[in-house]
């Protein structure tokens, strides 16, 4: 029942009062200024990503609630405390997606796309966590994200890793972030590791929270993802993962890190960084900035060769990353604004057709065009003014009689008439 999914909340006996409707808490408007960053982001990571070959692709904003349970493992906090997950009508429990890795790949499985590989696809959109809102942090947010399936090879790692730093120096924020990475190792890597990692943390498990205490019994590897202050302070001291490392888990992790040396692309190796699920091997990494206050990812990711198979599907390589998109849109320089419009305004009345004809002639030419419904000469042109204007377009009077308009020029003031038929040719200037 929903009552009893994960992530869902008892509904309140009433609803809370409010002076006027507003924004849910956690979530906000992209209006016009927020727009343009935010667009900024998105089509500079779309644009780039296309230039690696990677397809753009969009999956559902909601999935069968197992898709997460199986990606996300049902002890994360993600599953067992944010996923916003309800029962639709048919029955079937449904959750907004928190992630975008885990609706990417069950479309994988779901198309048969094992078939077509490698696999490259770029996402964008919305995804949805119930948890405290923050600078930069949303319980709706947007991230764009990569993935790659198909492709054992070291040298994918190094493909992802630096398509997402040259997002970050188109975006000019390259100077701000600082990349760094770490090896999980492979499989047998990992079992050696576990051992060593269970045998520390039962020397420390009172100081453990409960939940740790829990996943050490369950996923001890998960309590190395846990952000309680008093199991940081344990996992301080937890062996490093690059004592457990097999030659060929060494191997894998120096072709990864002189690749990236190969292209410029500059890193720091961080031992604490690491992925508590079993499905996730070899490569982790993360760009980090300090530039929002406390220091946090904005762009984070890693190989994850067994969650295919982990949700179903064949065993399949994989490796990709995500971004915020709000956390880079604090980052970035301002964008330019729009592009100032050409403003039409009537002389006479009895020109709105007119007005309007010649507005739509000008839009499908590629100009930016404004039209004021109603108010005098005056007004409209202080409109004009607000709009922040290039150009007046003045329809009627002796000039209309004559087939021609007047063209203002917003900055200098300068006034010519111009025959209609030509007014096109004219406008070039101000484009």
């Known amino acids: 029942m929903a009552g009893a999914l994960p992530g869902a909340a008892a509904a309140p006996a009433a609803s809370r009062p409010r002076a006027a409707i507003e924004a849910v808490r956690g979530t906000h408007d992209l209006l016009a200024d927020a727009m343009r960053r935010h667009r900024k982001v998105e089509e500079t990571a779309a644009t780039l990503a296309a230039?690696?070959?990677?397809?753009e692709i969009a999956t559902p904003i909601f999935e069968f609630t197992e898709v997460f349970g199986r990606s996300l493992?049902?002890?994360?906090?993600?599953?067992?405390?944010?996923?916003?997950?309800?029962?639709?009508?048919?029955?079937?429990?449904?959750?907004?997606?928190?992630?975008?890795?885990?609706?990417?790949?069950?479309?994988?499985?779901?198309?048969?796309?094992?078939?077509?590989?490698?696999?490259?696809?770029?996402?964008?959109?919305?995804?949805?966590?119930?948890?405290?809102?923050?600078?930069?942090?949303?319980?709706?947010?947007h991230q764009i994200g990569v993935e790659l399936l198909g492709a054992a090879e070291p040298l994918a790692d190094v493909e992802v890793i630096a398509l997402g730093y040259d997002i970050l120096t188109a975006l000019g924020v390259a100077d701000l972030v600082q990349l760094e990475i770490n090896t999980l190792g492979d499989g047998e890597s990992r079992d050696i590791y576990r051992q060593r990692l269970v045998d520390y943390l039962r020397g420390h498990s009172e100081r453990l929270s409960e939940d740790s205490q829990l996943r050490l019994e369950r996923n001890p590897l998960r309590i190395l993802d846990s952000k309680d202050p008093t199991d940081r302070a344990v996992i301080e001291g937890a062996p490093a993962m690059s004592a457990s490392l097999t030659d060929a888990a060494k191997q894998f992790f120096d072709r990864v890190c002189e690749g990236l040396t190969a292209l410029g692309v500059a890193f720091?190796?961080?031992?604490?960084?690491?992925?508590?699920?079993?499905?996730?091997?070899?490569?982790?990494?993360?760009?980090?900035?300090?530039?929002?206050?406390?220091?946090?990812?904005?762009?984070?990711?890693?190989?994850?060769?067994?969650?295919?198979?982990?949700?179903?599907?064949?065993?399949?390589?994989?490796v990709g990353?995500?971004?915020?998109?709000?956390?880079?849109?604090?980052?970035?320089?301002?964008?330019?604004?729009?592009?100032?419009?050409?403003?039409?305004?009537?002389?006479?009345?009895?020109?709105?057709?007119?007005?309007?004809?010649?507005?739509?002639?000008?839009?499908?030419?590629?100009?930016?065009?404004?039209?004021?419904?109603?108010?005098?000469?005056?007004?409209?042109?202080?409109?004009?003014?607000?709009?922040?204007?290039r150009a007046a377009i003045l329809i009627g009077g002796t000039e209309g009689s004559r087939g021609a308009a007047v063209v203002r020029d917003m900055e200098t003031g300068e006034q010519v008439e111009v025959p209609l038929d030509s007014l096109d040719s004219h406008l070039e200037r101000f484009r």
């Open 51 to 55: 230039r690696s070959g990677f397809a």
């Open 73 to 141: 493992g049902d002890t994360s906090d993600i599953v067992s405390k944010e996923m916003y997950t309800f029962a639709d009508k048919g029955g079937d429990s449904l959750t907004l997606r928190p992630e975008g890795t885990a609706g990417v790949v069950r479309a994988f499985i779901s198309g048969r796309l094992h078939q077509q590989l490698p696999f490259k696809g770029f996402y964008r959109g919305p995804m949805f966590r119930h948890e405290r809102p923050q600078k930069g942090r949303l319980r709706q947010f």
């Open 268 to 318: 720091q190796l961080n031992e604490r960084l690491v992925r508590g699920l079993d499905y996730y091997c070899h490569t982790a990494f993360e760009f980090t900035t300090d530039a929002l206050g406390s220091q946090g990812a904005v762009l984070a990711g890693g190989r994850y060769d067994g969650l295919v198979a982990a949700l179903g599907g064949p065993a399949t390589p994989g």
């Open 321 to 389: 990353w995500a971004a915020g998109v709000e956390r880079l849109a604090m980052l970035i320089a301002e964008p330019d604004g729009a592009k100032r419009p050409l403003v039409i305004a009537p002389l006479d009345d009895g020109r709105d057709v007119e007005v309007l004809t010649l507005a739509q002639r000008l839009r499908r030419a590629g100009f930016t065009v404004e039209v004021g419904f109603s108010g005098n000469l005056g007004k409209r042109m202080k409109r004009a003014n607000r709009l922040n204007a």
